[in-house]
């Protein structure tokens, strides 16, 4: 019995993290669009804003409302800005770093908060 409730918890959060990828997906097709004016980038948006959005409601069946919010922003921002960096050669400085970080903490800490119940 354990077993199959260590299952589903991680199948909980499996659905959580796909609905945080679509999400960033989107984002990043937001940007790709160039103010919607291109056509398949523009479309992406609200293809994968519609998978995200989704299963963030049925993630809502098991998380609380605070934690479920807190870790999808704030993981998706994080692997935004890290898209943004990398991809899109957005400036970085040590400011802008340390504070992804921290969030990227944050998020981690609320997640563990979870567990510890």
Aim: glycine fraction near 10%; charged fraction near 10%; charge should be negative.
């Amino acid at each position: 019995m354990n077993n199959e409730l260590e299952n589903i918890a991680v199948m909980q959060w499996l659905l959580l993290a796909v609905g945080i990828i679509m999400e960033v997906c989107g984002t990043t097709c937001m940007k790709l669009s160039d103010g919607f004016s291109n056509l398949v980038p523009s479309v992406l948006t609200f293809v994968f804003w519609g998978i995200a959005f989704t299963i963030f409601i049925f993630a809502l069946k098991t998380y609380d409302l605070s934690l479920a919010y807190a870790i999808w922003v704030g993981s998706g921002l994080v692997i935004v800005s890290i898209i943004g960096i990398l991809y899109f050669k957005e400036p970085a400085n040590a400011l802008k770093i340390g504070s992804i970080l921290l969030i990227a903490i944050g998020v981690t800490g609320l997640g563990v908060s979870d567990l510890i119940r």
